[in-house]
């Protein structure tokens, strides 16, 4: 099973950007990365996914190098409504090995 | 606007009682999750199904936990005995089932077990 490594905390402010890193140095060829946020009290959130190069939404960006042993989530100016725990998930068809999540905390 | 529901949001119940937490998945979702988060674990997986059947419970304690799906609108999730080192927030979530499809995570139940 791949397992995900991320920083426990992260602080920033507010306008800057973001970049959450996450390991997963077991990735198997099938497996995809995902990235949830999770706000108190509430159910995680999908943010992005991606398998390999780069991934762009609205919200998020996703890079993936090219031997996919680790990605990183870039979140564009942050707002104080960014504050949330993000977990980088490595998915396959029969296998799912969350993160322990990454607290990130805006400040003004 | 589609959401996965659970039931209830709060348990409190007493060690060796047995709890049953109910989950509707969006319609039209054939992938069901179950999982269990904790301060000290963060986000454990415990089982998941894919048209109604169980893919994986090997995150799940076989000899208290039990995980079905009646039908393609109900998940439940039981625990008999309950014992207070289950005291957690469970989450059931409900996708696609196309390979690693986007999860959508209900509200969560929080059990606590004195």
Redesign the interface.
Known sequence: LAKTTQPISMDSYEGQEVNITCSHNNIAT???I?W?QQFP??????II?GYKTKVTNEVASLFIPADRKSSTLSLPRVSLSDTAVY?CLV??????T????TMLLVSP | DAR?TQTPRHKVTEMGQEVTMRCQPILGHNTV?W?RQTMMQ????LA?FRNRAP??DSGMPKDRFSAEMPDATLATLKIQPSEPRDSAVY?C?SGLGA??D???????TRLTVT
Not at chain 1, 91 to 96: F, K, N, R, V
Not at chain 1, 98 to 101: E, T, W
Not at chain 2, 42 to 45: H, N
Not at chain 2, 102 to 108: C, L
């Open positions: 099938n497996d995809y995902t949830y009290s509430q159910g995680p959130r999908f996914q977990y998915e396959g068809y029969s296998t799912l969350f993160g322990k999540g | 996965v999750f999982y963060g986000l454990e997986l998941y893919l994986d989450f979530a390979g690693a986007e999860q959508y995570f209900g509200p969560g």
